[in-house]
């Protein structure tokens, strides 16, 4: 192979890391037990808040209302609300490249 040819090959595979970079989609936790999470807020509107936990299936099984309620006090708490009040409540599972997540999510509104 060319010096040239070579040359071509090496600046290409070293510019592709670059064009595969990742968006951190919200903040990722870890609570007490080693749970790693994965959580994002969106606001509705007038004091309606949707808050999304999500996890892994192995670690996160079993604990997602424990730690939806957990994210929506913290949350809540951090908006300056003296309380909050659950509208909507659902939890599943979904696909993902890695395998499946746990999720849980709801809509919280500000008291």
Excluded at 15 to 21: H, M, R, Y
Excluded at 79 to 85: D, I, L, P, Q, T
Aim: aromatic share 10%.
């Amino acid at each position: 192979m060319s010096y040239r040819a070579c040359l071509v090959l090496f600046a290409l595979f070293w510019g592709l890391p670059g064009c595969s970079q990742l968006q951190q989609t919200g903040r990722a936790v870890a609570d007490g037990n080693g749970v790693l999470q994965d959580s994002s807020e969106r606001h509705l509107g007038g004091r309606k808040y949707k808050i999304r936990v999500q996890g892994s299936t192995v670690v996160f099984n079993g604990q997602a209302e424990q730690l939806f309620r957990r994210r929506a006090e913290q949350y809540t708490e951090s908006m300056g609300c003296k309380g909050w009040k659950l509208h909507e409540y659902r939890a599943g599972t979904e696909n993902t490249l890695l395998g499946a997540r746990q999720y849980a999510e709801g809509v919280v509104e500000c008291l």
